[in-house]
Each structure stands twice: as structure tokens, then as C-alpha cells.
């Protein structure tokens, strides 16, 4: 479990991939302190396993599934990439609880500046938006971010000058896509109630080790 609290931006040393296995190697700095093979690390909001680090960098593997549900097969040499450790027991919970589990891909529709905050509107399948409500939670990249308002296939959000500089966001440009993880307390709900739908679109459901 993640809070959506970005620790630090990463960067991609290298990207390799065998017999259908992705590997990326990432330079990091906070998340290698206490690492440990077998860790779970969120790349952009996806959890995954770290397999092998050093003092500079460690490496995660991806398999086609996940390459298909998320962003990270758009990943380049030099790329930038959001990072947080997973939570423990006394972890401040800042942002919301993040499973690491990518729903689906959006994509960035718009930038707008107002004054010193920045406005994004992303657009994603309609399928996935019954889970996005104004006023609640989303996780973008892996970042915990407040819905501001919603339409059949958009939201917005936010961005306050602090949290433009500790996320990759503001660095993208429209059409680029994004993770998307919807808060998992709207899903158990409808489940609950028994009017659970398939989510059509592209969605990771479950960490990949």
C-alpha cells in the first residue's frame, strides 16, 4: 500500500527487455536508503518489485500485461518517473490509501495556468469516470490528487506551486498519457450493493512482482 505521496522523481538508466521481460533501471536517491530486494516500489503508480539496486539505481521488471494496462511501456532512456516506497505501520497518511494498482490509462487533454496554480483536464474511458467524483480522490502517475470537477469522459485537477515541484506531471505535455487509479473505496461500495459493472477500459489488477 502507497499513501500517493511522491518521494522523489527518478530517472530512467536503462530499459531492456528478454524474453518478454521489461526491465528498467532507475537512478534514485530517497527510496534506495533502506531498500531491499523484494521491496515494493510505485513507478508512476504502479507497484513493483525490485529486483536487484546499488547505491545509485535499482531495477524492476514488467510483463506484457502491465505494459499494456499502464504508461510505462511509453517510458524513454532519460525519462522521468514518479517513486514512492510502500507505506508502514507509522507512515503519515498525507495523501489517500493507494494500492498500486493501475485502473486504466488517461489522457492529458489540457494545461491551464491561474496564476501561480495549474489546471489539468484529462480525458479517460467513461466506464472508469462513474468512479471519479468531485471533491474526492485520484491518483494520477501515482500522485493523490483532489478531483476538482468532472464531466462523462474528464476531470480536472489542481496543481498548488509545492506539488508542481515534486511531480512529473507539470513536465508533460497534452496527449501524453497517465496512470490512473481510482480509490478503491467506490469499488468495494458498488460491489457491496451488487451493481458491480466491468471496467472496459485498460486497468493493472494487481502489483506486479
Same mark, same amino acid.
Not at 499513501?3 to 527487455?17: C, N, P
Not at 478531483?147 to 509545492?162: A, K, S
Given at each position: 500500500?502507497f499513501?500517493?505521496l511522491i518521494?522523489?522523481?527518478?530517472?530512467?538508466?536503462?530499459?531492456?527487455?528478454?524474453? =518478454?521481460k521489461?526491465t528498467l533501471?532507475?537512478?534514485a536517491?530517497?527510496v534506495?536508503?533502506?531498500v531491499?530486494i523484494?521491496?515494493?516500489?510505485?513507478v508512476n503508480g504502479?507497484?513493483?518489485?525490485v529486483?536487484?539496486?546499488?547505491?545509485?539505481?535499482?531495477?524492476v521488471? &514488467?510483463v506484457p +500485461?502491465?505494459?499494456? %494496462?499502464?504508461?510505462?511501456?511509453?517510458?524513454? @532512456?532519460? $525519462? %522521468?518517473?514518479?517513486? +514512492? %516506497?510502500? &507505506?508502514? /505501520?507509522d507512515?503519515?497518511? =498525507?495523501?489517500?490509501?493507494?494500492? =498500486?494498482?493501475?485502473?486504466?490509462?488517461?489522457?492529458?487533454d489540457?494545461?491551464?495556468?491561474?496564476? +501561480?496554480a495549474?489546471?489539468?483536464?484529462?480525458?479517460?474511458?467513461?466506464?472508469v469516470?462513474?468512479?471519479?467524483v468531485t471533491k $474526492?480522490?485520484i491518483t494520477?502517475? $501515482?500522485?493523490s490528487? @483532489?478531483?476538482v470537477d468532472?464531466? /462523462?469522459?474528464w476531470?480536472?485537477? @489542481?496543481?498548488?506551486?509545492?506539488?508542481? +515541484?515534486h511531480? @512529473?506531471l507539470?513536465?508533460?505535455s &497534452? =496527449?501524453?498519457r497517465?496512470?490512473?487509479?481510482t480509490d478503491i473505496?467506490a469499488?468495494?461500495?458498488?460491489?457491496l450493493?451488487?451493481?458491480?459493472?466491468?471496467?472496459? &477500459?485498460?486497468?493493472d489488477?494487481?502489483?506486479i512482482?
Amino acid at each position: 500500500m502507497f499513501t500517493g505521496l511522491i518521494e522523489e522523481i527518478g530517472q530512467i538508466a536503462d530499459i531492456s527487455q528478454t524474453d =518478454g521481460k521489461y526491465t528498467l533501471a532507475i537512478s534514485a536517491n530517497t527510496v534506495l536508503q533502506d531498500v531491499a530486494i523484494g521491496d515494493s516500489i510505485a513507478v508512476n503508480g504502479v507497484c513493483l518489485t525490485v529486483t536487484r539496486h546499488t547505491h545509485e539505481l535499482f531495477t524492476v521488471d &514488467a510483463v506484457p +500485461e502491465t505494459l499494456a %494496462r499502464t504508461n510505462l511501456g511509453d517510458l524513454v @532512456t532519460g $525519462g %522521468r518517473v514518479n517513486l +514512492e %516506497r510502500s &507505506a508502514t /505501520p507509522d507512515t503519515r497518511l =498525507g495523501g489517500h490509501y493507494v494500492q =498500486g494498482h493501475v485502473d486504466t490509462t488517461g489522457v492529458i487533454d489540457s494545461f491551464r495556468q491561474d496564476s +501561480e496554480a495549474i489546471w489539468v483536464t484529462i480525458k479517460t474511458d467513461p466506464a472508469v469516470m462513474k468512479y471519479i467524483v468531485t471533491k $474526492g480522490y485520484i491518483t494520477i502517475d $501515482g500522485t493523490s490528487l @483532489t478531483v476538482v470537477d468532472v464531466g /462523462p469522459d474528464w476531470f480536472n485537477i @489542481t496543481l498548488i506551486p509545492h506539488t508542481q +515541484e515534486h511531480i @512529473t506531471l507539470p513536465g508533460k505535455s &497534452a =496527449g501524453d498519457r497517465v496512470n490512473l487509479e481510482t480509490d478503491i473505496i467506490a469499488k468495494y461500495v458498488e460491489k457491496l450493493l451488487g451493481t458491480a459493472m466491468p471496467i472496459q &477500459a485498460q486497468g493493472d489488477h494487481h502489483a506486479i512482482s
